[in-house]
């Protein structure tokens, strides 16, 4: 595609539901990145994919946060149990990867509302 | 643990005035900064991105690098209201291979006609 998409646009879940977040990075982009931002702050990064290397998961706030990334291009952002705190935007990115230098395009985010 | 700082702001600037943002970092391993705008409620895009010392100018926008002081700015010539937003900096570090930006909190241009 010509951009990052992210599905579900919105998604509105229980606290204690399991939600899915769905990324299609840029076509030949071999890098991804899963980033949140919360109401009022800055990007925390979560995940980070690079071709078929183990993913850095360094980010991940806590064992109910985990990512896919299948035949390296679509990921998923899978949260379990969902909390209140977990409410924020979820964006990712795309680069062309393999080194430094290489500028990341966001999609236009997943807001996750937890009630 | 790898810092970026900014301010916050509000940065407030007439119409037609330079608007100066700036941001210091801690890794001295990044090798490449970005500047990123985030209109509200948008995601972020990029406008910038500077490998070396020095100063890189593009259009209205001019990237400037001292990686001796890990700090690193974006200035803003001609500014108009279209260019009030957020400003995100966001060195490239790199950890283990893993090539990361890290984004700081941004700082906020408000531009007045």
């Known amino acids: 595609g010509a951009g990052v998409s992210q599905s579900p646009s919105n998604k509105v879940t229980e606290k204690g539901k399991d939600v899915e977040l769905r990324c299609d990075p840029i076509?030949?982009?071999?890098?991804l990145y899963w980033y949140r931002q919360s109401l009022g702050q800055g990007l925390e990064f979560l995940i980070y994919?690079?071709?078929?290397?183990?993913?850095?998961k360094s980010g991940l706030p806590s064992d109910r946060f985990s990512a896919e990334r299948t035949g390296g291009s679509v990921s998923t952002l899978t949260i379990q149990r969902t909390q209140q705190e977990d409410s924020a935007v979820y964006l990712c990115?795309?680069?062309?990867?393999?080194?430094?230098?290489?500028?990341?395009?966001f999609g236009q985010g997943t807001r996750l509302t937890v009630v | 643990q790898k810092e970026v700082e900014q301010n916050s702001g509000p940065l407030s600037v007439p119409e037609g005035a330079i608007a100066s943002l700036n941001c210091t970092y801690s890794?001295?391993?990044?090798?490449?900064f970005f500047w990123y705008r985030q209109y509200s409620g948008k995601s972020p895009e990029l406008i910038m991105f500077i490998y070396s010392n020095g100063d890189k100018e593009d259009g209205r926008f001019t990237a400037q690098l001292n990686k001796a002081s890990q700090y690193v700015s974006l200035l803003i010539r001609d500014s108009q209201p279209s260019d009030s937003a957020t400003y995100l900096c966001?060195?490239?570090?790199?950890?283990?291979?893993?090539?990361?930006?890290?984004f700081g909190r941004g700082t906020s241009l408000i531009v007045h006609p």
């Open positions: 890794d001295r391993g990044s090798q490449s």
């Open positions: 990115a795309s680069s062309l990867g393999g080194g430094g230098g290489t500028e990341a395009f």
């Open positions: 076509s030949g982009h071999t890098a």
């Open positions: 966001a060195p490239l570090g790199t950890s283990g291979g893993s090539y990361i930006p890290t």
């Open positions: 994919f690079q071709g078929n290397s183990a993913p850095d």
